[in-house]
């Protein structure tokens, strides 16, 4: 991986996203049923995005329980699902292909920049859980869980993560397309 490339992409996935719901408020075209699925799928990724957030300490503690028993991203997946959903119900082809193509080359790059990082402040045990779970796409059937069955969703994380603020986005979104 290209260290400058990853550095750069780290920081400016929120920027480029910013500019990407520009040009999303810009150019969509929603329909009532676009809106409807578009919105579902997107609604999907909120609530993954809210169930991944319970249980992250990060920089604290190595998340495998949740969501994280099935995928080592679940919050990358929900914003998957949130930009695929909101260019979706924006009717426009260039939305979602730009969309796919930011988010494969941002956000692929900035997982494995993490990888990194999780390698080199958990070891051995972060080894292990690669192995065991996938990067991005879920597998719900596995022989091994790492996870400690113990640990439940925390409320106090989910706020503590500011995940709210994804919520908050999603309905600005919602609205903003019914009036459109």
């Known amino acids: 991986m290209n260290n400058r490339f990853a550095a750069w992409a780290a920081r400016a996935r929120v920027p480029l996203g910013f500019a990407w719901g520009a040009a999303f408020l810009v150019f969509s075209q929603p329909t009532v049923w676009l809106l409807e699925v578009g919105g579902g799928v997107a609604l999907a990724g909120v609530l993954i995005r809210a169930y991944s957030a319970g249980y992250l300490e990060k920089g604290r503690k190595l998340a495998m329980a949740g969501p994280y028993r099935y995928a080592r991203n679940p919050l990358y997946l929900g914003s998957f699902f949130i930009g695929a959903g909101f260019a979706l119900a924006g009717g426009a082809w260039a939305l979602g292909i730009s ?82």
């Open 99 to 180: 969309f796919l193509l930011l988010f494969l080359l941002i956000y692929g790059t900035v997982m494995r920049r993490e990888e990194d990082f999780l390698r080199r402040q958990f070891g051995e045990d972060f080894n292990r859980y690669a192995r065991a779970v996938p990067l991005f796409l879920p597998v719900f059937f596995r022989r091994s869980n790492p996870a400690n069955p113990e640990e439940r969703f925390r409320w106090e994380l989910y706020r503590k993560n500011h995940e709210h603020e994804a919520a908050l986005g999603f309905a600005a979104g919602v609205v903003f397309l019914a009036l459109k």
